[in-house]
Protein backbone atom coordinates (compact mmCIF):
# COMPACT_ATOMS: atom_id res chain seq x y z
CA UNK A 1 0.00 0.00 0.00
CA UNK A 2 1.61 3.76 -0.79
CA UNK A 3 1.06 6.45 1.48
CA UNK A 4 -1.78 8.21 0.74
CA UNK A 5 -2.79 11.48 -0.36
CA UNK A 6 -4.89 14.15 1.13
CA UNK A 7 -8.83 14.01 -0.80
CA UNK A 8 -7.83 9.98 -1.64
CA UNK A 9 -10.70 7.72 -0.60
CA UNK A 10 -10.20 5.18 1.68
CA UNK A 11 -11.89 1.80 2.09
CA UNK A 12 -12.10 1.18 6.30
CA UNK A 13 -13.35 -2.28 7.41
CA UNK A 14 -14.46 -1.78 11.20
CA UNK A 15 -16.84 -3.89 14.14
CA UNK A 16 -19.64 -1.98 12.61
CA UNK A 17 -18.60 -3.01 8.88
CA UNK A 18 -17.04 -1.39 5.89
CA UNK A 19 -17.49 2.37 5.47
CA UNK A 20 -15.86 5.08 3.04
CA UNK A 21 -13.00 7.80 4.52
CA UNK A 22 -11.58 10.80 2.91
CA UNK A 23 -8.12 11.48 4.04
CA UNK A 24 -7.72 15.00 5.20
CA UNK A 25 -4.63 15.09 6.12
CA UNK A 26 -1.11 12.49 6.64
CA UNK A 27 1.72 12.92 9.07
CA UNK A 28 4.26 10.79 10.18
CA UNK A 29 4.21 9.35 13.93
CA UNK A 30 5.97 10.85 16.28
CA UNK A 31 7.49 7.74 18.09
CA UNK A 32 7.66 5.48 15.08
CA UNK A 33 10.35 5.02 12.52
CA UNK A 34 7.66 4.14 9.36
CA UNK A 35 4.57 5.02 11.40
CA UNK A 36 1.59 7.35 9.94
CA UNK A 37 -1.05 9.50 11.18
CA UNK A 38 -3.94 9.19 8.47
CA UNK A 39 -6.68 12.08 9.73
CA UNK A 40 -10.10 10.94 7.90
CA UNK A 41 -13.49 11.97 7.68
CA UNK A 42 -15.86 8.75 7.85
CA UNK A 43 -19.11 7.94 9.34
CA UNK A 44 -19.58 5.52 11.91
CA UNK A 45 -19.34 5.16 15.78
CA UNK A 46 -15.26 5.17 15.98
CA UNK A 47 -13.92 5.03 19.23
CA UNK A 48 -10.29 5.49 20.24
CA UNK A 49 -8.50 2.28 20.96
CA UNK A 50 -10.63 0.62 18.31
CA UNK A 51 -8.85 -1.76 16.15
CA UNK A 52 -10.22 -1.13 11.48
CA UNK A 53 -8.48 -2.62 8.77
CA UNK A 54 -7.74 -0.14 5.77
CA UNK A 55 -8.51 -2.16 2.77
CA UNK A 56 -6.36 -1.32 -0.60
CA UNK A 57 -7.67 -1.46 -4.11
CA UNK A 58 -6.07 -4.80 -4.53
CA UNK A 59 -7.87 -6.12 -1.97
CA UNK A 60 -4.51 -6.09 0.87
CA UNK A 61 -5.40 -4.92 4.21
CA UNK A 62 -3.52 -3.07 6.98
CA UNK A 63 -4.37 -2.83 10.65
CA UNK A 64 -4.89 0.93 12.14
CA UNK A 65 -5.54 1.55 15.54
CA UNK A 66 -8.29 5.24 16.28
CA UNK A 67 -5.73 7.38 18.02
CA UNK A 68 -8.48 10.42 18.24
CA UNK A 69 -12.49 10.60 17.12
CA UNK A 70 -13.59 14.46 16.43
CA UNK A 71 -17.41 14.57 15.65
CA UNK A 72 -18.64 17.08 13.16
CA UNK A 73 -22.46 16.87 12.54
CA UNK A 74 -22.93 12.96 10.92
CA UNK A 75 -19.14 12.67 9.98
CA UNK A 76 -16.32 12.09 12.28
CA UNK A 77 -13.08 12.90 11.70
CA UNK A 78 -10.59 10.36 12.84
CA UNK A 79 -7.34 10.10 13.83
CA UNK A 80 -6.08 6.64 12.40
CA UNK A 81 -2.13 5.63 13.49
CA UNK A 82 -0.46 2.66 11.31
CA UNK A 83 2.72 1.45 10.05
CA UNK A 84 2.90 0.92 6.16
CA UNK A 85 5.01 -2.06 5.02
CA UNK A 86 8.36 -0.70 2.72
Avoid: H, Y
Avoid at 24 to 42: N, Q, Y
Avoid at 48 to 62: L, N, P
Avoid at 72 to 82: K, N, Y
Amino acid sequence: MRKPKIDDKLKLLTDFGETEAICAEVLDAPGTEDGILLKVMARGPFEQGQQVWIVDRDGSKIGATVENVFKQTIDSEVTLSTVLPA
